[in-house]
């Protein structure tokens, strides 16, 4: 173990990516197998809750520690994030997963905030190291990754009060489950949309900035609205805390739309779009057709939430990670165009997502349907991985 660990950090010194993206696949993996392998008696305890946050926070948070902590230093021209940072980070975040699988949730979510808490403190250092300014919607990342820690806690402490008021605990698991398994993925999408759709086609929504330590007052603009609109968000989020779910997913609707109108990338050049950009322009419509479809069907909301969590954040973590692994293998041409293999992929996640919905809206198939579900995501995602291995391996051999 020493050496495995010891080759692990020093895989991810400077692109944590190469070390976080694997790790956020391989809880992906586990995450949905639980499935069929709990409907095959293997498993003993109903897999959803352990499923959940092994998808929110090993799956989207390995890749999201892995993107962000490769992207923000040379963003703001400081230092890459240590040996030792990286090292404690992923500690935590593997502590967190253990824990979830176990079934001790309070633990791993404890962890998860940890992993969370200690990464953003690096960023924060390179934050004051910076020569530049990171795009002014990245406060939004900011935002997402304290919504992490907060729903992390927040769900935690719902878990290990036992003497509070009943309507304290409540409130808590509530606004901890939205927080965590929604919230916090969003805003650091909304934030990170804006700077990187435009590698893939998008028209900028962004003013081009100098270099510059300090913030113009165009950059303050656009830095505000990016946070007014995730207010907005969160006025949405908080009702539906305290059981106002149908007027809380209506004002995320409207909030969103009414922000995404002027700072959200919908406009693609044609000559310069292909397969990724394509895909990634309709995970921008997801969001609000999810919640529009619970605020219509209440009572299944819990499975409709798999439309934003597969037909968004999946399909839009797995185009921007392709990008980024071919991008550094200097490969980036293999992203260009009409991308064949990358659209079958995408084909397997909608099916696992039509498949898994379905099981909600014909219960007598719900058993069949979510192990068919769990296999079609399986199978994209190994694909995704066995596609990337080759890039990667040529990352690591350029880096030599």
């Not at 919640?291 to 939430?305: D, E």
């Not at 839009?316 to 165009?337: D, I, N, P, W, Y």
């Amino acid at each position: 173990m020493p050496g495995t660990w010891r080759r692990f950090v020093d895989a991810a010194a400077g692109e944590p990516f190469r070390a976080f993206f694997p790790l956020g696949a391989l809880a992906a993996l586990v995450g949905v197998a639980l499935w069929p392998l709990h409907y095959a008696g293997v498993v003993s305890i109903y897999p959803k809750l352990v499923h959940s946050h092994l998808m929110m926070t090993g799956f989207f948070g390995g890749f999201i520690l892995g993107f962000l902590g490769t992207a923000l230093p040379r963003i703001l021209e400081a230092r890459p994030l240590s040996k030792g940072e990286i090292g404690t980070v992923a500690v935590f975040w593997v502590a967190a997963q253990a824990a979830f699988l176990s079934g001790w949730m309070a633990a791993g979510d404890l962890a998860f905030a940890g992993a969370l808490g200690l990464f953003g403190r690096a960023l924060w250092r390179r934050w004051k190291e910076r020569k530049d300014l990171p795009p002014p919607f990245f406060g939004l990342v900011a935002v997402g990754l304290f919504a992490g820690v907060y729903g992390a806690l927040a769900e935690a402490a719902s878990l290990v009060l036992t003497s509070g008021p009943e309507w304290l605990t409540l409130y808590l698991w509530r606004s901890g489950h939205v927080w965590l398994n929604e919230g916090w993925v969003l805003f650091v999408v909304l934030g990170v949309t804006p700077f990187f759709f435009p590698k893939l086609g998008a028209r900028p929504v962004l003013a081009e900035y100098p270099v510059m330590r300090a913030p113009s007052p165009l950059w303050r603009d656009q830095a505000n609205a990016a946070l007014l609109g995730g207010l907005g968000l969160a006025v949405g989020m908080e009702l539906e805390s305290l059981g106002f779910s149908r007027a809380g997913l209506l004002v995320k609707v409207a909030v969103y739309l009414i922000y995404g109108w002027r700072h959200l990338p919908w406009r693609f050049e044609r000559e310069r779009t292909g397969t990724l950009g394509r895909v990634l322009r309709s995970t921008l419509f997801v969001p609000p057709l999810t919640w529009l479809c619970q605020a219509i069907w209440l009572p299944l909301a819990s499975g409709l939430w798999h439309l934003l969590l597969l037909g968004g954040f999946a399909v839009m973590v797995l185009a921007v990670a392709t990008r980024v692994v071919f991008g550094h293998a200097k490969q980036t041409s293999r992203t260009e165009g009409r991308v064949i293999w990358w659209r079958w992929i995408v084909g397997l996640i909608w099916l696992a997502l039509a498949t898994r919905i379905t099981a909600d809206f014909v219960p007598k198939v719900r058993v069949s349907h979510h192990i068919y579900a769990a296999l079609a995501f399986a199978i994209a995602l190994g694909w995704w991985a066995l596609k990337l291995f080759k890039a990667a391996s040529h990352t690591r051999k350029t880096k030599e």
